[in-house]
T-cell receptor, first 115, second 110 residues
Framework: EAGVTQFPSHSVIEKGQTVTLRCDPI?????LYWYRRVMGKEIKFLLH????????ESGMPNNRFLAERTGGTYSTLKVQPAELEDSGVYFC?????????????FGPGTRLLVL | GQNIDQPTEMTATEGAIVQINCTYQ??????LFWYQQHAGEAPTFLSY????GLEEKGRFSSFLSRSKGYSYLLLKELQMKDSASYLC???????????FGTGTKLQVIP
């Protein structure tokens, strides 16, 4: 069974440009999460989808970030326009059910560098 | 909200035992995860504790004390491949929201 995949693995863009990150969860997982790790800091929650619906987007830093999950399969996270402080590693995770002990399986992350 | 604290770095010798501590302060706490993350790779699940006590899985064990807001990850018979960051993460606040600590970078030396 394939794990969580993310594309691209790395992205280098200039301030003001737009970048779109993609996450493909494990097949059959209704829950999809986006996290971000800024250099030297902890991994921080951004948002949670249940199928195509945003269940919790309390971690989204501002309105330059837009996440979608049309059809309830893969998800995209768009940053527009990108700022220097957006640099970091963006992780996606998925889980099957909503139980509190449900393990979240992480993707390898997308390393974003904004110059 | 949640606050997770763990040491930044630790060094231990191959074949030895190491304990990585984690303290948490959280509202609506459900349970506590431990993840292992090798450099440049995805965090991988190690354990999840909901009840007080020790849970053992091979060379790795995890302990939780809910009353003390404290957990530890115990690694036995250390191997060089155990060199990685170990992330303590609490769940709570509804909807499986996970709050991570900064991670403990463990270096295993010969």
């Amino acid at each position: 069974e394939a794990g969580v995949t993310q594309f691209p693995s790395h992205s280098v863009i200039e301030k003001g440009q737009t970048v779109t990150l993609r996450c493909d969860p494990i097949s059959g997982h209704d829950n999809l999460y986006w996290y971000r790790r800024v250099m030297g800091k902890e991994i921080k929650f951004l948002l949670h989808f249940v199928k195509e619906s945003k269940q919790d987007e309390s971690g989204m830093p501002n309105n330059r970030f837009l996440a979608e999950r049309t059809g309830g399969t893969y998800s995209t996270l768009k940053v527009q326009p990108a700022e220097l402080e957006d640099s970091g590693v963006y992780f996606c995770a998925s889980s099957q059910t909503r139980g509190p002990s449900e393990t979240q399986y992480f993707g390898p992350g997308t390393r974003l560098l904004v110059l | 909200g949640q606050n997770i604290d763990q040491p930044t770095e630790m060094t231990a010798t191959e074949g030895a035992i190491v304990q990585i501590n984690c303290t948490y302060q959280t509202s609506g706490f459900n349970g506590l995860f431990w993840y292992q993350q090798h450099a440049g790779e995805a965090p991988t699940f190690l354990s999840y504790n909901v009840l007080d006590g020790l849970e053992e899985k091979g060379r790795f064990s995890s302990f939780l004390s809910r009353s003390k807001g404290y957990s530890y990850l115990l690694l036995k018979e250390l191997q060089m491949k155990d060199s990685a960051s170990y992330l303590c993460a609490g769940t709570g606040g509804g909807y499986q929201k996970v709050t991570f600590g900064t991670g403990t970078k463990l270096q295993v030396i010969p």
